[in-house]
Each structure stands twice: as C-alpha cells, then as structure tokens.
C-alpha cells in the first residue's frame, strides 16, 4: 500500500494564559475599574491625549490580555505615575513585544495607524493595542483581513474632532455595513472588539456633547453589529462577545433616541436589546435593557410601567452582585412611584438607593455605569422631588448634583443645571433660575441634548411673569435668541 502524502497534523501549540499585572492591580488600590478609568481619561487630558479608557480596558490590562499599552496610553500612564517605567508598572518592556504584530481569532492584524508606531499619536482606536495578545488556538475562526477592515470601518471612529457629529462621521458608513452583510463569512474577535469600542465612543461622544447630532449616524453600526450575529463565529466565548456588543450597542442607540426626544424609536431600540438578552441568556444585558426601559416610561408618561420594569430589572440584577447597579435601579423604581404621586412608595425606593450606593463600587459593576456616582445619585433624587413637587428639596439635590459632577459630562452638568434651574423658578426664586439657566445656555454650546432644551423652555415659560427683574429679562432675551429658527446652538 503507498505510503500517504497527505502531511502529519502539527501538535497544536499548549494555550498559555497571560499572566495577570499584579503590580497595576496594586496601584489602583480601593479605586472601581470604572473609577480608575475615570482618573486615566482625566490624566490624559490633562497632557492633551485622547483615549477611551473604560472598566474593560483596566480589567484588561490587569489580567495580562494587554501584556503592553500603546504610545497614547503609556505616556498617560507615565504622567499618572512619574518616575516609573512601562516595566515599573507591570508591563513587559517594548522591546520584547516590537515587531510582533497584534494577532486575533480571525488572523486579522492592527490598522496601520496602530501598528506603525510613528502614526500612533493618540488613542483613535482603542480596541486595537498594538501589542494586545489574543488566542490563536482556533484554526478556523479565520477569514481574510480585507472583509475585517470592511466592519473595522464600519464601527470604528476616526477621532480628533470637535463636534460630535464630525467624530462620529466614519461610524455612518452605512455602505460598509451593508457590505460586511453580504461578505462577511465567520466574525471573530477583531469584530467584537470593534463593536464594543463602537459602544464605548458612541458613551464617550454622549457625555460630552448629547444625543442630538449622533442618533442617525449611529443607525449604521447598529445594523452592522447584527449582520455579525447573522454571520456567526465557531468560538462561543466571540458569540457571547457579540450578543452582548450588539445588545449595548442598541441600548446605546437607543438612549440617543430617547435623548433627543424620539421615544417611540427608543422604545423599539430596548426592545431589541432586551431580546437579544434574552435569547444570548445574558442577565446583566437584561438587567440594563430593562433599566433604560424604565427610564423611558418615566419620561414618556407612563410611571406604573417605569415601577414595573425597574422591578424587574432588580429581579435580573440581584445575582450579579453589583451594589451599585442595585442603587441605580431602586431609583429608577422611585421615579415611577414619583409619577404616580406615591410619596411614601418613591421614599422607601430612595431609602434603598441610597443603603445600595453606601456599600461602595465592586468589580461586579457594569462598565456602561460609568456614569453613575454621586452626582447622579443626587440628580435622579431631584427629579423625584421636582416630580412630587417638593421645588426646594429637589433645588437642593440638583444644586449638589451639578457640583458633584465629573467635568468629563458636560451634557450631564447641563442638565443637573437646567433641572436646578427649574425647580428655583418653580420655588419662586426667579433671580436664582436666571442665573442657572444662563450657566446651562453656556453649556449648550458644546452639548445638543433635546430633554435639556426642554426643560430650559418649561423654565423660561414659568420666569415670564418676572421678566421686570433684569437678570431674568437678560436670560429670556438671550433664550429667546439662541432658540429662534436657524440658530445652531439650540436647534436640532
């Protein structure tokens, strides 16, 4: 019989975990990942770098997956810790990893603005360090790196700009998306982690300047993010990956929706995240479906449904751990017992809120709750109070509110000042609410957020009767100007 000429299998290479950064796990100390990640962007800001530093990205770091930052983060982290080295803060050095391009499930390599390090000048896509390592022990999750690049660009934002609209430009490419539908035959892990930075820009570009200019340019990744789920992967662990990116993703999407005013289209985008929950049997995804669900009955009008849901979101949350993601429904749940003028239901719902913060942040809390601190905590309590219409608690609560506030949320500044604003004008101190409302029309120059207009206008329409107090008289002129046909700093 001839001998077969058919080559042996080579041994498959023995998976090596990373080993986990001990000595960066260290230097976070008692601090959240989400409250570490907040300290990074702050650092790099404050030496003009741009990265998109979250929850994920630190646990990331801190279990060896990123064995070395990129340049952007590493002169970030140097700045945070000075005197010390890349090696200093658990990292290999940049010699030992140079040259080794950054391989994924799918075979794909880095875009060239990360690989090269001469054009890696600041964080303009975050998913792809350079010198990430990922597990190569799947042969087939490959595909070519030509139909990668086409959802990259699909998902990933370019950076750089001003205004949000031009930041997000090349997350519109709506033909790429509906090319990567047609050619796209198994996604892998360069896909996923283009989705979940897809995700975290569209967070990052919301807190600064609102929803109004991103809500239509961030249609087209989202029917890129389920194109991908149709394509399928061979790995579970990228699946898993996938249906939680796109589930976010439509949350994400969908709070633009509801920011701008457009609940109906919001509440479609919940919907679709809650079933993707379900069918991926991912809880935490359920929980935050449900949780933004409430928040939209609330605003729309219809409080029992916000109780309802807030409920059952608790129901989902409370095997996950996260104290803080508890605090942040029971608040949800005391802004529908508000709606329905339960004052004694909206006190017990607070009582909870407040005994869940106090226990402090975990590494079971989600990283989408980023925002969510004290400044929050106190802003959501004002509207409950402004709701049952208790004007100096609930100015009292907004006041704090604005000042706890992280500079990084200039859309969430503004509206803890526009609420602070209306509750000094429904109180009956108009000369407060015009100053206010003037700090809040400051704001909008950076920030196009429909429910904050809204509120300015509510505030306005309550000051006229005292337009004779000349503080008033100016913030109603100005208001007035900024929100006549053509101006861009108020219109849509």
Partial sequence: MASSTVPSPQPAQPHRPPRPNLVFRELRGSRSPAEFAAAVRRAAREIGERVSCDARYVHRVETGEIRCPNYAYERVFLHMFPGRTLTDLGFLPRSAVRGRRARYDDGATPPPDTADPANATSETSGAYEPYDTYDTSDPYDTHDNEESDVLRRAFMTGGGATVAAASLGPLAFAADASAAQRTVRRAGTGEASALEEAVRRIRLLDDRHGADGLYRRAAAPLRAAYALLDAGTTRQRTADRLYSGAGELAISVGWLAHDSGRFDDARSHYAEALATARMAGDPGLEAHAFCNTAFLARDAGRPREAVRAAQAAQRVARPLGSARLMSLLALREAGGWAG???????????????????????????????????????????????????????????????????????????????????????????????????????????????????????????????????CVSAFLDRHASLSAPGSRSLSA
Avoid: K
Wanted: hydrophobic residues 40%; glycine residues 6%; aromatic residues 6%.
């Fill in 340 to 470: 329905l003028a339960d004052r004694a239901g909206c006190e017990q719902a607070l009582a909870r809120a407040q005994a869940y913060f106090d226990r402090g942040p975990s590494d079971a809390d989600p990283e989408w709750m980023t925002f969510y601190g004290e400044a929050e905590l106190e802003g959501l309590e004002a509207q409950c109070w402004s709701t049952l219409g208790d004007w100096p608690r609930a100015a009292r609560h907004a006041r704090r509110a604005a000042e706890l506030q992280d500079p990084h949320f200039t859309r969430n500044i503004a509206l803890y000042t526009a609420e602070l604003a209306d509750d000094l004008a429904r109180g009956g101190r108009p000369d407060e609410a015009a100053v206010a409302g003037m700090r809040v029309l400051d704001l909008l120059t950076d920030v196009q957020s429909s429910r904050v207009q809204t509120m300015l206008a509510g505030t306005a329409r309550v000051l006229l009767p005292h337009r004779r107090a000349s």
